[in-house]
């Protein structure tokens, strides 16, 4: 190779990615609608807006999906676009999820949602404070269980009496049944018993019952998932101003599994929060709660077990099972569905099953400002596909 086409070649190595930038940060992509061009435009204005790393959407309107999109990027090192196939830790829509294998099993019969998760879980599942007070499955759904993070999340030694002298610490002070108290241990706890019950590992339930029958790619294994298809994570600091890259994000769990105890480290999945999924595939899903448990022929639930994940329990603000009701998320409309955050990541999927429409919107790091209640920038990507798509007639 000569002198010239040495230099060249290294400037070329040089170059690319600053290329690669200027393409995805400026250039509308081809071969779309006039109103496609305009949504992906204000989408990359919010990315440059906001900060944000990566936006990835989809939008169901009359009861199906007629908008994907990805903008931004999937690895910004390499100088990689995010596309409508990468995969996402989607964090806590990652819930709904667990309650709707739970469902399933109450459904069969198998299991009773007013039932002692003492008896459930194998362990004693008591506030010390309130003794007496049973603690049943359908208090863990709604967070109303007493149960707090305190101490942690991905170990039920946390809270075992047999294992730690310290369980106490994981309950608060309040009554079960009497305040909302948002914690991830408890479904952390409800992914255990779901092995349980059933006899599955926890993630190879989700797979069977509720991914595969609905046509989606996804799950909480990242050894059994095509990793190239995984968008990088990242945390904004807002102290410097940067994006960091959150490897923590997608951590193998090889080790674990080839030790695992069915119906007790089921928290190495995190039933939680491990979800990884595309945004296409999770407005797939969402469509199935919107319609009620049923999507494309497929029933995944029975319309009022559907209607009971929807329902706000007495005292949880709007919370259902792993489903919130909001009126704040679009002015004016009544929406369900949940959120998500970890990482650097955050997520949403909500949807209004009267009006038969809803929005998926991930965005793989972004500022981690909040507006009443809802990330910023996840809040301006709702309201502009809302107004573009949803209340386009065309």
Known sequence: MFWGDLVFSGMKKLLLPSIRICILLFC?????????????????????????MGLSVAVVKNNRIVYAHSVGFKNRERGIPLTDDCLFRIASISKSFSATSILQLYEQGKLSL??????LIGFPVRNPAFPEKVITLRLMLSHLSSINDSRGYFSLDSINPAKSAQWAKCYSKNEPGIRFDYCNLN???????IERVSGERFDQYVVNHILNPLQIYGGYNLDELDTARLASIYEYRTDSARFVLSPGAYASRTKEVAQYVLGYTTPIFSPTGGMKISATDLAKYMLMHSRLGKAKGTRILKSSSARMMQTPASGSLGYGFAIETKDNIIPGEIMRGHTGSAYGLYSAMFFNPTKKYGIVVISNGCHPGYTNGLNSVIRKSIQTLYEQIILNNN
């Open 28 to 52: 509308i992509p081809l071969l779309l609608t006039a109103q496609e061009a305009k949504v992906d435009a204000l989408l990359r204005a919010i990315l440059q807006e906001s900060p944000a």
């Open 114 to 119: 007013d039932q002692d998760v003492s008896e």
């Open 187 to 193: 479904y952390n706890m409800i992914g255990a018993i």
